[in-house]
């Protein structure tokens, strides 16, 4: 892969815990704490949420891995003994706000998966729009062991990846997926050797930037809020969303392409 990253620059050279890359329209977020292992502390949250509202202008796809070894250890375990009952709802409610901006913000989100992959490391992941992982990759959810429970948003968005009975097995059990299972699960759309997965998630980013950026819309705003809907609801607000799709110029000109054999055929390798 070509692309040529350079450091983003403003608000977003500022954050910390992240190191912040630009290549044309795909943006290279990059968890940068590895000394704890990406373990998401409060301030490492809300840098991800400052991240994400603030994306540099001309941003149409983003990708994000972890720095070191793993791709992130979870929760930061040293911020939870000293919570309060309360100051744990608003604790979570805060992942929530965070995720669900990283989720339903204005770009797809690949993450690059290596090394643990683990409690709200798992949630992170589960809430981006495609997983490409590494043969390295392992995933767990600890909680039951640590005695606390998912708080970021993991109990409704991982079943949706791998069901719910995968799920309570690796919360009751302490149960570890390998990059394989992992897979097989649902839980990565790609597998890749070791020290692919960045290249792959670029590759991927760059492709899906040079969608038509409503359709790109779409399917991530629409698409799984209508797969939440009543069947009867999820076709009328397909109809709607189709037909503003349709209704762009950028879709016009792509079909046009087509008509007039200047855009791509449907093929395996393209
Ligand atoms: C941490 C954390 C952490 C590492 N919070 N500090 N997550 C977990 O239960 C996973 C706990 N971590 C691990 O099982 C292992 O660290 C790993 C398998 C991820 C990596 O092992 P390794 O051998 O590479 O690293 P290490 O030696 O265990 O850790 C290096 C340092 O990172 C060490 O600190 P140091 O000061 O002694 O060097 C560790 O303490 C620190 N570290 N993981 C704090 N998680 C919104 S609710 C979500 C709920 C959850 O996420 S629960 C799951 C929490």
Redesign the pocket.
Known sequence: MSSTFTPATGLLAQLSMLRIEVAGPVVHIRLNRP???N?LSTEFVKQLQTAFVNLPEGARAAVISGEG??FC??????EVTEQTVSEGVFH?RM?HAVFDQIQFGPVPVVAVLHG?V????L?LAATVHLRVAEQSTFY?L??GQ?G?F???S?SARIPRLMGVSRMSDMMLTGRVFDAAEGQAAGLSNYLVEDGQGLAKAVELATRIASNAPLSNYAITQALPRIAEMAPAEGLFVESLMSAIAQGDEAAKQRVRDFLAKRAGKVGKAS
């Open positions: 000394d704890k292992r373990a070894a793993h250890a979870g929760l930061d375990l040293s979570s992942w643990a683990v409690g709200g490391g949630e767990g600890p909680e640590r606390i998912v708080g970021g993991g």
